[in-house]
């Protein structure tokens, strides 16, 4: 299995409704059929130093092997939700593990 975390910081200046665009993006992703397992998330109410909770959204994907993370990565969902959202990035930080 890989585990393909991504964290998004959106820019200061995104309004509501595009935060909610971003969303229905993020959700888009769940249709591509190598996705085995997905959650999309924000910031839990969790206060501990150790938690980040600076980030606007969280998208966590499970692929069943590394050619299917590859597929993902190429697919034309996931470069569709790049190609409209991408203006909104602030930072985005990717995990990937085994």
């Known amino acids: 299995m890989i585990a393909h975390h991504v ?3 959106l820019k200061a200046d995104t309004t509501d ?7 229905g993006g993020l959700k888009s992703l769940e249709q591509i059929e190598v996705v085995k397992n997905f959650h999309v998330g924000t910031p839990a109410p969790i206060e501990r130093a150790v938690v ?3 980030y ?7 692929f069943e092997d590394l050619a299917a993370h590859d597929v993902y990565q ?3 969902i996931h470069k569709a939700f790049l190609e409209e959202f991408r203006i ?3 930072k985005i930080v990717i995990y990937d593990a085994q």
């Open 7 to 9: 964290l998004f910081w």
């Open 52 to 54: 980040d909770t600076t």
């Open 17 to 23: 409704a595009q935060k909610e665009a971003f969303l």
């Open 74 to 76: 190429v697919h034309p």
């Open 88 to 90: 909104h990035f602030e």
């Open 56 to 62: 606007t959204f969280s998208l966590l994907l499970f």
